[in-house]
């Protein structure tokens, strides 16, 4: 059964911080990888998508990576400003859905 | 449409009604998928339509739920006899082919009494 968790649970930093949020998955066989925010009360934005043929995918500030064998993704935020804070979510395709992991609630500090 | 539409907003029932969600995808994406999100929970896959149909049901929480899409458009989302554990917040997303990005729209947050 595949799980994905999310380190950290919650972080808090100050702004102008280059930061990484970490997506692990026990089940390698995933067809792609796609990281969303979701601010409080609204839906999610879509960020990055990474196909599994794929190793990174960059967007602006955004960069995120992706390691099938090892079961893990990350997402790099280069210079965070407090607009970045949200919850922030990886989630997997794996045959017929996909699973989203626990997330990461961000706080950056002006 | 801009971006992928949801209706209701907000939709307060009482325990034992049917209710009807309503997703209206982007034009022209071939993907939709349905989500929900109880409070301090997190996302749960419920089903996904590629076209008209859907490949797996079995991420439906039980045989009250039910979807269907038509016309490789709006899909709609069906809750019989609804039960308190049903209350969450509804959401849709479309793609324009299933293994793409995915548009999510606002949800409905549903409320059982």
């Known amino acids: 059964k595949q799980e994905v968790t999310q380190i950290p649970a919650a972080l808090s930093v100050p702004e102008g911080e280059n930061l990484v949020l970490n997506c692990s998955f026990t089940?390698?066989?995933?067809?792609?990888l796609q990281w969303f925010r979701q601010d409080p009360g609204k839906g999610l934005t879509s960020l990055l998508l990474i196909q599994s043929s794929q190793r990174e995918q960059t967007s602006g500030r955004l960069n995120a990576s992706l390691d099938k064998s090892s079961g893990r993704s990350t997402l790099y935020i280069a210079a965070s400003q407090p607009g970045d804070s949200a919850t922030y979510l990886c989630?997997?395709?794996?045959?017929?859905?996909?699973?989203f992991g626990t997330g990461t609630r961000l706080k950056v500090l002006a | 449409g801009a971006g992928v539409s949801q209706s209701p907003s907000n939709k307060v029932t009482e325990k034992g009604k049917d209710v009807e969600l309503r997703c209206d995808p982007i034009s022209g994406h071939t993907a939709l998928y349905w989500y929900r999100q109880s409070l301090g929970q997190g996302l749960e896959f419920l089903i996904y339509f590629q076209g008209n149909s859907a490949p797996d049901k079995s991420g439906l929480p039980s045989d009250r739920f039910s979807a269907e899409r038509t016309g490789g458009s709006v899909s709609t989302l069906t809750i019989q006899r609804t039960q308190q554990e049903d209350s969450a917040v509804y959401l849709c997303?479309?793609?324009?082919?299933?293994?793409?990005?995915?548009?999510f729209g606002p949800g409905t947050r549903l409320t059982v009494l």
């Open positions: 989630a997997v395709w794996r045959t017929y859905k996909y699973i």
């Open positions: 997303a479309s793609s324009l082919l299933v293994f793409n990005e995915q548009f």
């Open positions: 089940d390698s066989a995933i067809y792609n």
